[in-house]
């Protein structure tokens, strides 16, 4: 009954790299939710997906950030050239299909922690 | 936009029970009541909902008054684990994204 795995758990990064970071939903769960935590601040919403298909991306970063569900696989957040305002706890949550909002509770991963030098 | 006003900060005694407020007056008839916490460096952890009858699980009861404006969160036998942030979050059913305000910071103290 595992739950939702994040890998890697930190993650040191120099300015310019790549950073890519998965989330493997819960067994059962098709919707996974990335959110990112500031340092000192509270977790705000990034992106919504669905297998293959974003469904809401109105919280990520315009430029840099990138994130995929695909058909087989772990979902995967993707930073292109980082920079030091991107160092954050990066977490991941899924929720079965939705029927309601009872079904559909999010549960959250342990999340990535990206330092950025 | 922030939907609910919690405490800052509270403190409780081990093994007592651990009573956090939530204010929500401006909920609508849809909305439900989530809480989570988050213990330190770790991923939150979703402890109860409700929309509005009260609600009980093995972690916690949620109160929730009869005009639905706020809610009261109660850990039965607080432990020193039970030390956490947690979130008081107003939810619609057809929204997805969680909101997560500063929280109420919980202290257990033995």
């Known amino acids: 009954n595992a739950g939702v795995m994040q890998n890697p758990r930190h993650l040191v990064r120099r300015r310019g790299q790549e950073a890519r970071l998965r989330c493997s939903p819960m067994k059962g769960h098709s919707h996974v939710y990335w959110y990112r935590q500031l340092p000192e601040e509270g977790l705000k919403f990034m992106v919504y997906l669905q297998k293959e298909n974003i469904i809401d991306e109105s919280g990520m970063p315009k430029e840099r950030f990138s994130a995929e569900f695909p058909k087989e696989g772990p979902s995967i957040l993707r930073i292109q050239q980082v920079v030091r305002g991107d160092s954050a706890a990066y977490f991941c949550a899924s929720s079965p299909p939705r029927r309601g909002p009872s079904t559909d509770t999010q549960y959250f991963g342990p999340g990535t922690r990206l330092t950025v030098l | 936009d922030a939907k609910t006003t919690q405490p800052t900060s509270m403190d409780c005694a081990e093994g007592r029970a651990a009573n956090l407020p939530c204010n929500h007056s401006?909920?609508?008839?849809?909305?439900?009541v989530y809480w989570y916490r988050q213990i330190h460096s770790q991923g939150p952890q979703y402890i109860i909902h409700?929309?509005?009858n009260n609600e009980t699980n093995e972690m916690a009861s949620l109160i929730i008054t009869e005009d639905r404006k706020s809610s009261t969160l109660i850990l039965p036998h607080a432990t020193l684990r039970d030390t956490a942030v947690y979130y008081c979050?107003?939810?619609?059913?057809?929204?997805?994204?969680?909101?997560f305000g500063a929280g109420t910071t919980v202290t257990v103290r033995a």
């Open positions: 979050i107003v939810r619609a059913e057809n929204d997805y994204k969680l909101s």
């Open positions: 401006t909920i609508s008839g849809n909305e439900y």
């Open positions: 409700g929309l509005k």
